[in-house]
């Protein structure tokens, strides 16, 4: 079997077209060949394909045709070198072929390995994996808001029957047994507030060592509207305050809860101390001469029946340093003058 050079070679083409004739010796009928386009990638460089010639009756078994060994080409990339992988096509070669011909550099096209598929898989992956931490970190917090709100729910359920229960509002004057030759109470009208945790907590009061003046720091608002204030509180849950007394701007005297229970006035001394909230018209806090005349009576009241004295009436501001009542404490001699006129009331009504 005869080898023969079936690769033209440049000559044989002339202003693009085939110029060479079939090889000598075929019966075959010579066929223009037309040249292949490659795509060369960076940095590869092409060979020139020449045909090599093969005796006859040689054993190749062991020599793959056309096969040569799998080579990487290095790429220039900035201050580095790396190497890219290549991957390679093979050119089928009709089967009719009746002579064995090997040419190198055409049977095999080196291409660069396209590695973009795998990029793109691994930045899919990677969005998944934050997808899935995503809804796994909205999840537990759905549920803990979820759990949140269940142990709330069972603990507002759940809480002392008796705290819970509502008392009815009585509206009436206090009448009470007058001690001979005592101090009358004077006219209360008892409106007491449900229990809550922000304005009658219910707690019990062990004992009443102090008495503590305040004024309401809301001028032109009368003793009603200053209840409800604190009745409000158990709902908009903004704070917590209440007072056992109050006294309106014209005299009136409300009772917002017993006097066995603590109220939210003196953070320090609620667990001893009643309060007397006062209300005011003018800005600068003193109070009329109608709440005045209520306050004088009331504090004799409440000093003849717990055994108190002129120095157990304190203002707000003689415990914690708060401006209140802000009159009593900007004039000194006003409430100097406040405690003789109730020790003159003792003495004119015992």
């Given at each position: ?180 030759g005592g101090i009358a109470p004077p006219a209360i ?30 001028p032109g608002t009368s003793a009603a509207q200053n ?124």
């Amino acid at each position: 079997m005869d080898i023969i050079d079936l690769y033209p070679g440049k000559d044989a083409y002339q202003d693009g077209r085939y110029r060479g004739g079939r090889p000598s010796g075929s019966t075959m009928r010579a066929e223009p060949v037309r040249k292949k386009r490659y795509a060369e990638p960076i940095g590869y460089s092409s060979r020139n394909a020449e045909p090599i010639r093969r005796k006859a009756g040689v054993d190749r078994t062991s020599e793959p045709v056309g096969r040569r060994p799998r080579t990487v080409e290095p790429i220039e990339v900035g201050r580095r070198r790396m190497e890219e992988p290549v991957r390679r096509r093979r050119v089928q070669r009709p089967a009719t072929e009746d002579w064995d011909v090997e040419i190198i550099g055409q049977d095999w096209i080196e291409e660069p390995y396209g590695n973009s598929r795998a990029k793109v898989r691994k930045k899919a992956k990677k969005r998944r994996g934050y997808l899935h931490r995503t809804i796994a970190v909205c999840t537990m917090a759905f549920s803990l808001m979820i759990a949140y709100m269940a142990v709330d729910l069972v603990y507002d359920y759940t809480r002392d029957d008796e705290k819970r229960k509502p008392v009815p509002e009585v509206n009436s004057i206090v009448v009470e047994d007058v001690k001979e030759g005592g101090i009358a109470p004077p006219a209360i009208s008892e409106d007491f507030l449900n229990v809550n945790d922000f304005s009658r907590p219910g707690t019990t009061l062990p004992q009443v060592n102090s008495i503590f003046v305040h004024y309401t720091a809301n001028p032109g608002t009368s003793a009603a509207q200053n209840r409800s204030y604190f009745a409000n509180l158990a709902e908009t849950q903004e704070r917590s305050a209440s007072a056992h007394f109050i006294i309106g701007y014209e005299g009136e005297i409300i009772q917002c809860m017993p006097l066995n229970e603590q109220a939210y006035a003196v953070m320090t001394r609620n667990e001893d101390s009643i309060s007397i909230e006062c209300c005011y018209l003018d800005k600068d806090g003193q109070f009329t001469q109608e709440t005045y005349d209520s306050l004088v009576h009331l504090l004799a009241w409440l000093q003849q029946e717990y055994h108190l004295g002129n120095d157990d009436i304190l203002r707000h501001y003689d415990c914690g340093g708060k401006k209140c009542p802000v009159y009593y404490v900007d004039h000194e001699e006003a409430w100097e003058k406040l405690l003789a006129d109730v020790e003159i009331y003792k003495t004119e009504h015992t």
